[in-house]
Each structure stands twice: as structure tokens, then as C-alpha cells.
């Protein structure tokens, strides 16, 4: 007789076959991936990709997914063609979607951003970088730790671009393969924009993974938090500011009331007034 905690990944494992297209039969151990390389995946490994996350949550959901869909991808592929396709990928600490400590490769000093290895052209969309839960791929009997050298230098390069693309600018833009979050992992881009100004540190609202602002003088001070929230959890980046240093890169303390701090600012009195910061 099968457990409640059984059946509840039944459920959920039939929740992302149909939500998100991931072939799969369910088993009485777990389940198996269909395709020409038939992969069984136990119950066991499915809670363990979980890492906490409510059985009934959107969070276990894409878990889930990006435990099966490495399983199916690492199973598909041979280790030259992973190694290929391998790309460093940047998360938030605290990101929901980050796949623990044993995908971590580099944790860039002030604890905010964590770096590992996602794979691009490995799904229906050739631009999409997936990052694959360090389990998925012990499981498949891949260590991709040896093509960290050659991944650390992509990320360099992108980061010499990225800032010789912004200029005078203060948006932030994905590079390459790389989004803002992975990019602000390089030192070269933080050593770029640290030597733009005096002080040798730059502050930056990155809520999502692929945008980010320098210029906080020109921003709400509630934006960041607004636009976190309003992104989801797969795209966040930050709910916070961030300080960079060629070296670092830090949250801003939690604390302060920066929606109330707006709902402070006075209000223009016509509407036919040209467009200014608080309306």
C-alpha cells in the first residue's frame, strides 16, 4: 500500500506532465520518462528534489519539472555534447529556484549571488539556458565540475561586453547566454562599473533575472520590491538593492519603508502637467 506522501507525488508528478508537458508513466516506485532512453526516477530522488517545498505548492511544481526535465535532458545527451552546451548561470541565494549548495560551483563574496551550470540549447527553445538540479545530473552519472574553467571565462567575456555595451547607460541587459544576475557574478563587469564612479561601489536594482538599473537616484525607492513581487518566481532576482564592489556583491539591509516613503510625495494638480516621477 503506498504512503499519503506517495500519492501525493503521484499527483504532482501527473500535475507536471500535464501542465508541462513532460512525458512520463507513473510507477509503483516513481515514475518513468518515455523517449527512446527510458529513465525510471524513484520516489525517493522526486522528495529529495522537493528540498522542503509544500506537496501542494506552485514551488514544488516547477521543481519537480526541473528535476525530471534534467533527468530527460542528461539522459538524451552524451557528455560532449553537455560539456558543449554547458554555461555558468547566476541565482540569488534565496532564489526558489535554486537547486542547493551541491550545484553551487562559486559563491561570489558578500552571499548574495551563487553561481553554477546551466545547459542552452537543450530544450524546444535553442536561447533558453536550463539549469538542472545537481541530483538530476549524479543520477545520469555526470560531473560537469571539470568544464567549470571554461565556463568562468565565458562569463568573463560576457562581462567585458556587457560593459562595453552600456556606456553611458544605466540599464542592464543580458549577454551571450548570460542574464543581469549571472553577469553581475563576473568581476570584470563590476570592476567596470565600480570605476565609474568615485567611490569605487555602485548600488543597482536587479528584480528580475534579465534587467537591471543602476541610476537608484532616478528610481522609486519602493520599485525594486514592487517589481520583485510582480515577477515570477522563476525570473526574480532581487527584492532588495544591491551595493557592488569589484569584489562583492551585498543586499541592502532589510528594513526602512520605501511605499511609504512615495506615498509621502505630493501629487501634481492637473494631469495636463508634463510627465514627472510621482503622479
Given at each position: 500500500?503506498?504512503?499519503?506522501?506517495?500519492?501525493?507525488?503521484?499527483?504532482?508528478?501527473?500535475?507536471v506532465?500535464?501542465?508541462?508537458?513532460?512525458?512520463?508513466?507513473?510507477?509503483?516506485?516513481?515514475?518513468?520518462?518515455?523517449?527512446?532512453?527510458?529513465?525510471?526516477?524513484?520516489?525517493?530522488?522526486?522528495?529529495?528534489?522537493?528540498?522542503?517545498?509544500?506537496?501542494?505548492?506552485?514551488l514544488?511544481?516547477?521543481?519537480?519539472r526541473?528535476?525530471?526535465?534534467?533527468?530527460?535532458?542528461?539522459?538524451?545527451?552524451?557528455?560532449?555534447?553537455?560539456?558543449?552546451?554547458?554555461?555558468?548561470?547566476?541565482?540569488?541565494?534565496?532564489?526558489?529556484?535554486?537547486?542547493?549548495?551541491?550545484?553551487?560551483?562559486?559563491?561570489?563574496?558578500?552571499?548574495?549571488?551563487d553561481?553554477?551550470?546551466?545547459?542552452?540549447?537543450?530544450?524546444?527553445?535553442?536561447?533558453?539556458?536550463?539549469?538542472?538540479?545537481?541530483?538530476?545530473?549524479?543520477?545520469?552519472?555526470?560531473?560537469?565540475?571539470?568544464?567549470?574553467?571554461?565556463a568562468?571565462?565565458?562569463?568573463?567575456?560576457?562581462?567585458?561586453?556587457?560593459?562595453?555595451?552600456?556606456?553611458?547607460?544605466?540599464?542592464?541587459?543580458?549577454?551571450?547566454?548570460?542574464?543581469?544576475?549571472?553577469?553581475?557574478?563576473?568581476?570584470?563587469?563590476?570592476?567596470?562599473?565600480?570605476?565609474?564612479?568615485?567611490t569605487?561601489?555602485?548600488?543597482?536594482?536587479?528584480?528580475?533575472?534579465?534587467?537591471?538599473?543602476?541610476?537608484?537616484?532616478?528610481?522609486?525607492?519602493?520599485?525594486?520590491?514592487?517589481?520583485?513581487?510582480?515577477?515570477?518566481?522563476?525570473?526574480?532576482?532581487?527584492?532588495?538593492?544591491?551595493?557592488?564592489?569589484?569584489?562583492?556583491?551585498?543586499?541592502?539591509?532589510?528594513?526602512?519603508?520605501p511605499?511609504?516613503?512615495?506615498?509621502?510625495?505630493?501629487?501634481?494638480?492637473?494631469?495636463?502637467?508634463?510627465?514627472?516621477?510621482?503622479?
Amino acid at each position: 500500500m503506498q504512503s499519503p506522501d506517495s500519492l501525493a507525488l503521484r499527483r504532482l508528478a501527473l500535475a507536471v506532465s500535464v501542465l508541462d508537458d513532460v512525458d512520463l508513466v507513473p510507477l509503483d516506485e516513481g515514475v518513468q520518462l518515455t523517449g527512446d532512453n527510458p529513465v525510471e526516477v524513484s520516489w525517493t530522488e522526486l522528495r529529495r528534489a522537493l528540498s522542503g517545498a509544500d506537496l501542494e505548492s506552485e514551488l514544488a511544481r516547477l521543481r519537480v519539472r526541473a528535476y525530471l526535465t534534467g533527468r530527460r535532458i542528461a539522459a538524451d545527451r552524451s557528455i560532449d555534447e553537455l560539456r558543449e552546451r554547458a554555461r555558468p548561470v547566476g541565482l540569488p541565494v534565496d532564489h526558489p529556484m535554486h537547486p542547493g549548495l551541491g550545484w553551487v560551483v562559486h559563491r561570489v563574496l558578500g552571499k548574495a549571488i551563487d553561481l553554477g551550470f546551466g545547459f542552452v540549447d537543450v530544450t524546444d527553445d535553442p536561447d533558453e539556458v536550463v539549469v538542472i538540479p545537481s541530483g538530476a545530473l549524479d543520477a545520469a552519472g555526470v560531473d560537469p565540475l571539470p568544464w567549470w574553467p571554461v565556463a568562468r571565462d565565458y562569463l568573463e567575456r560576457m562581462g567585458t561586453v556587457a560593459a562595453e555595451r552600456l556606456g553611458p547607460g544605466t540599464t542592464l541587459r543580458p549577454i551571450g547566454d548570460c542574464d543581469v544576475v549571472s553577469l553581475l557574478g563576473s568581476r570584470s563587469l563590476r570592476s567596470a562599473l565600480c570605476r565609474q564612479d568615485p567611490t569605487g561601489m555602485r548600488a543597482a536594482a536587479v528584480p528580475m533575472r534579465r534587467r537591471g538599473w543602476l541610476d537608484l537616484s532616478r528610481i522609486d525607492p519602493a520599485f525594486t520590491i514592487a517589481a520583485a513581487a510582480a515577477t515570477t518566481e522563476a525570473d526574480r532576482g532581487f527584492s532588495r538593492p544591491l551595493l557592488l564592489t569589484a569584489d562583492e556583491v551585498t543586499l541592502a539591509p532589510r528594513g526602512g519603508k520605501p511605499a511609504e516613503i512615495v506615498l509621502r510625495d505630493k501629487g501634481v494638480a492637473s494631469p495636463r502637467l508634463r510627465p514627472v516621477l510621482y503622479r
